[in-house]
């Protein structure tokens, strides 16, 4: 069964500095696709990034990039430049290839993030 | 586009009560999925379903939990004879096809059982 693992349970930071959020994940599988979500106080879960296992290079949004290393089965983000309104918890989510018609999300149990003015 | 909408946001019923929770996909999106978020912990898979289908129900309670996704209304989650261990926000989210690029979430709804 596939498993992620968010180690860091909640992180600060000051407005305008870099941060990464660390994740990594477990799976047999070669072509997978992985996801960070955000969930402000709202409870609304907003896509924030999206990397696909067989694409080498990594991913960018703006201020938020991946490090995505296959081998070490390694995901983290790095968001840079940091404002009040990242402020939120931050799910980490691993899509195994479609299996039986179903596209599943398994998710990290998350990380707060408080970014301080 | 309005979006997945959810409805009710917040939604008490004693132990015992039924819950339905209700959920409308994207305009175009004909996939739609449930799942679960425990206080502290991230969401987990309950159901995928597409018009008149369950698709994968591997992650549904084996009692008392059904969805349905019918030709014409919204998606619903029905919990029968809740109890405390139920208590927890309900996400639905939709998709216009499998494709790997993830889905849209709705907002969710917060079911408190007393």
């Known amino acids: 069964a596939q498993t992620v693992t968010q180690s860091q349970p909640e992180m600060s930071v000051q407005e305008a500095e870099t941060v990464t959020l660390s994740c990594t994940y477990d799976t047999s599988e070669s072509n997978y696709y992985l996801f960070w979500y955000k969930q402000p106080p709202s409870r609304q879960m907003i896509l924030v990034i999206r990397q696909e296992a067989y694409k080498q290079q990594n991913a960018t949004e703006n201020r938020f990039s991946v490090n995505f290393q296959k081998a070490a089965k390694s995901f983290s983000l790095k968001i840079s430049d940091s404002q009040l309104g990242d402020t939120a918890m931050y799910f980490c989510?691993?899509?195994?290839?479609?299996?039986?018609?179903?596209?599943?999300?398994?998710f990290g149990k998350g990380m707060k993030l408080t970014v301080n003015p | 586009n309005a979006g997945v909408m959810q409805n009710p946001r917040h939604l008490v019923r004693r132990r015992g009560q039924e819950a339905r929770l209700r959920c409308s996909p994207m305009?175009?999106?004909?996939?739609v999925y449930w799942y679960r978020q425990l206080p502290e912990e991230g969401l987990k898979f309950m159901v995928y379903l597409q018009k008149e289908n369950i698709i994968d129900e591997s992650g549904m309670p084996k009692e008392r939990f059904s969805a349905e996704f019918p030709k014409e209304g919204p998606s619903i989650l029905r919990i029968q004879q809740v109890v405390r261990g139920d208590s927890a926000a309900y996400f639905c989210?939709?998709?216009?096809?499998?494709?790997?690029?993830?889905?849209?979430f709705g907002s969710g709804t917060r079911l408190t059982v007393v």
């Open positions: 305009k175009g999106h004909s996939h």
């Open positions: 989210a939709s998709s216009p096809q499998l494709s790997g690029h993830g889905y849209t």
């Open positions: 989510a691993f899509m195994p290839p479609t299996q039986g018609g179903s596209e599943k999300l398994v």
